[in-house]
């Protein structure tokens, strides 16, 4: 007799309470558990719901068969402002891209304007020499000699993550890919987020301040999500580990570790697919 479809398990961590959901495979509910958030170690709640679930309906690990994951954690942490101490290097001639921006003023005449915080003051921007142009063509070479000075002045700065985004990395990134593999060989321990990966489109203000908020949420992001892996696998749970994506997809937890902007806002568009769903199952046109 063929084996009956595997269970699906959901699990959402919000800021106060983490919600779990276990299904079958025809999408019927089995049960459902909602948890206290344990924000010092998310995962002990998510683990806690988990194992609720379970024991309602008499399962075991090794029958689930797929496993979803949605958390504001990276959402809150930007809001919170309890990410990393972010530097940023940029092309040489071009260390004010924060700064300047769209070159737009909220009010032509406020002298005493104060700009929102960009994450990373001036004094943590560095430049390196060499530049591409749109068509991805190099018109300068690429400055390795001026790597050791740079990780030197952020090793001083007590920077823990930085943001690599330089002029047309989305068009060829092979600078970008030589600036990240030479620091990374200066300084092991630094957590690098380059551009043309995380946001690889024209328009250096925008992809740069994507990739610092990659950078900033990336170092509590990949310990949270190794934690997350190591206890569910450590209970015996064997499916691949799925997370919800702002843009209403799923990601691998590798993925999700070295890009976790992506999981800002996922909270949201897992409600709009649900609504979708939800008007699509009872037709109605508004929802």
């Not at 090793?155 to 970008?176: K, R």
Request: hydrophobic residues 40%; negative net charge.
């Amino acid at each position: 007799m063929p084996s009956p479809p595997a269970l699906r398990l959901a699990i959402d961590i919000g800021g106060t309470f983490t919600d779990t959901v276990l299904v079958d495979g025809d999408g019927r509910i089995l049960a459902t558990a909602k948890t206290p958030t344990t924000p010092p170690e998310p995962a002990l709640g998510a683990l806690e719901g988990a194992r609720h679930a379970l024991a309602a309906t008499s399962a075991s690990w090794d029958e689930i068969g797929g496993c979803i994951h949605g958390t504001t954690l990276a959402t809150n942490a930007l809001i919170e402002r309890r990410g990393a101490k972010v530097g940023t290097i940029t092309t040489e001639g071009f260390r004010d891209i924060l700064e300047i921006a769209y070159e737009r003023r909220h009010c032509q005449f406020a002298i005493n304007l104060e700009k929102p915080d960009l994450i990373v003051p001036r004094a943590r921007s560095v430049t390196v020499g060499g530049r591409m142009n749109a068509r991805g063509e190099e018109l300068g070479p690429f400055d390795e000699d001026a790597v050791a000075a740079l990780a030197g002045r952020l090793e001083a700065d007590g920077v823990e993550a930085v943001a690599i985004c330089l002029l047309h990395s989305y068009a060829n990134p092979a600078h970008e890919l030589r600036l990240r593999e030479t620091l990374r060989a200066a300084l092991p321990e630094l957590v690098i987020s380059v551009s043309h990966e995380v946001s690889p489109e024209a328009r250096e203000f925008d992809r740069l301040c994507t990739t610092v908020a990659n950078a900033y949420v990336q170092p509590l992001m990949s310990r949270y999500l190794a934690d997350f892996e190591t206890r569910f696998r450590a209970e015996g749970l064997a499916c691949p580990i799925l997370m919800m994506t702002a843009s209403g997809g799923m990601t691998t937890l590798e993925t999700a570790a070295r890009l976790p902007v992506r999981l800002v806002e996922s909270g949201p568009a897992g409600g709009a697919i649900l609504a979708a769903r939800l008007a699509r199952e009872t037709g109605e046109s508004k929802v």
